[in-house]
Each structure stands twice: as structure tokens, then as C-alpha cells.
């Protein structure tokens, strides 16, 4: 069976390990394919964007060349919402939302609980369903803001809610309501959803995204998935994956897509 990863962070972004190490480990594992997916450049945090991107370019060509027979290497890129269009033609996108913007503020949905619960208060009244409402609308247009290949960790701003189950009420008709319609509106596009597990690798979750509840949506209404770890350091390239597969297989899933460099096809999970 083919096996590759193609969210995977180095210290181009805030990854730990170079593309190299990286490469190098994805063949000893033998994988048959890794993609590298830095973060795009955000002029409004540069705490862990990609800033030099010809570089990075380069480096991911010289090692695709490198490791020609071995293990193929592309070159993608993991496009915020709020950055520019990339002037560069990557392998493929994936397109996430890691901010929402509110008055020009941006505000991150994964760094911190507090920084949550501060802009709820801040912003929305305390109010943190009026918080996700927003976040879920932005969700629902990153292909078209994007027009990604893949729809990166779909409902990211749950990052937190295992182990600080008040923080969110994922249990509310509100929520619910918002969570699907983008869920909704992004399965009308031509993107694959990614199963990420790289909260798992962190331990913030037990279960990758999106939630149990969106994957069985995603599959009851014809949506495509990929697996993948969002690897930020070398050893966690294929974490979680196998609790993941069973996870999906119970759910209905019997294909994810793989990725050959030119297209997505079905591949067994």
C-alpha cells in the first residue's frame, strides 16, 4: 500500500528537523511518497511562517532529484487564509484558517484556551459560540478564498476542547449548525478533507480532526479525506495513523486519496 504524509513542517516554518533529516527518515520508514507543506508568509505574526520561500523551493527540488527511486519529494504549501496568493506553482495547496479577524485584529484559534476565552470576552460579549460562528463562516469559503487542494484541520479551533471540555459547547444547536454548514458548503468543492493527526502527536487529542461527527458527514455525503500528521518534528511523520485508519473504517471509509504529483487518486486504507 502506498504510504505518505503530506503535511509536514521543517525548519523552514516551525518545524524542528530540515527537509534533509526529514527525507532521510520518510525513506528509512519506507514511505513511497513526503510532501513538505510550510506555512505561508503572514505579515501580522511571524512567529512561524515560512520568510524565505525561493529557498525552500530549491531546497524541495534538490531533494526530489536526490531521492528520485526512493521516495518521492513534493513541494506544497500549507496557505493561510489571511496570506497572499503564492506567486510560486506548488505540487499542491493546503488551504487552512488559523486566525479570525475581527476589526483588523487577528486573532489565532490554536496557540492557547486563554487566548480564546480573552477574545470572547473581548470581542464577542463572552459570548464563545458568537466566536466559532465567525470561525466556521471563514472556514467555509477557504477554498474559494484558497482554491486549495486539501482542507487543512477543518475544525481547528477544537484543539483545546479535550482536555477543557467547558470551553466550547460542541454539544449546542448553535455550534452544530455552524459547523455544518461549512462542512457543507466545502464538500460542494472539489477539495479533500485531511485527517490530521498532529494534535494527537502533541497530546491535546485522542482522536484526530475533524470530529467524529464531521467525518461521518464528510463520508455520508460523498466527501474525499487523506490521511495525515501534520508532522512538525521527523519521528511523529506517521503518528497516529494506524488508530486513525481503524477510526475511519468504522465510520464507513474504505479509500482516502493519495497523491502521485499530478493528481489525487483512491488508494486502500
Known amino acids: 500500500m502506498p504510504l505518505q504524509n503530506l503535511h509536514t513542517h521543517s525548519t523552514f516554518c516551525d518545524g524542528k528537523d530540515t527537509p534533509h533529516d526529514i527525507v532521510k527518515r520518510a525513506a528509512e520508514l519506507g514511505m513511497t511518497a513526503i510532501g513538505f507543506s510550510s ?13 524565505d520561500e525561493q529557498k525552500y523551493i530549491s531546497e524541495c527540488r534538490s531533494l526530489k532529484d536526490e531521492y528520485t527511486g526512493v521516495t518521492d519529494v513534493f513541494c506544497g504549501l500549507e496557505l493561510d487564509y489571511y496570506s497572499p496568493i503564492p ?60 482554491q486549495c487542494d486539501i482542507i487543512g ?21 448553535r455550534y452544530k449548525h455552524a459547523v455544518f454548514s461549512a462542512l457543507d458548503e466545502l464538500i460542494k468543492s472539489d477539495s479533500v478533507f485531511e485527517v490530521n493527526t498532529g ?10 480532526y475533524p470530529s467524529s461527527e464531521c467525518l461521518k458527514r464528510i463520508k455520508e455525503n460523498g466527501g474525499r479525506i487523506i490521511l495525515t500528521s501534520d508532522c512538525h518534528a521527523k519521528e511523529k511523520l506517521l503518528f497516529g495513523f494506524e488508530e486513525a485508519k481503524e477510526a475511519l473504517k468504522e465510520f464507513g471509509f474504505k479509500e482516502q486519496m493519495y497523491f502521485d504529483g499530478k493528481a489525487f487518486t483512491f488508494t486502500a486504507l
Do not use: W
Request: include cysteine; proline fraction near 4%.
Open 39 to 51: 506555512h505561508s508568509f503572514t505579515e501580522f505574526d511571524l512567529s512561524y511562517c515560512m520568510k
Open 199 to 208: 494534535a494527537m502527536a502533541r497530546g491535546l487529542r485522542t482522536l484526530p
Open 87 to 146: 506567486a510560486y506553482d506548488y505540487d499542491y495547496v493546503i488551504g487552512s484558517v488559523h486566525y479570525i479577524n475581527v476589526g483588523g485584529d487577528y486573532i489565532p484559534v490554536d496557540e492557547s484556551p486563554k487566548i480564546l476565552q480573552a477574545a470572547a470576552e473581548r470581542y464577542f460579549g463572552g459570548d464563545m459560540q458568537k466566536l466559532c460562528e465567525l470561525y466556521y463562516e471563514t472556514a467555509a469559503s477557504v477554498f474559494k478564498k484558497t
Open 153 to 173: 484541520h477543518f475544525d481547528l479551533i477544537t484543539k483545546f476542547c479535550e482536555q477543557n471540555p467547558k470551553l466550547i459547547d460542541t454539544e449546542s444547536i
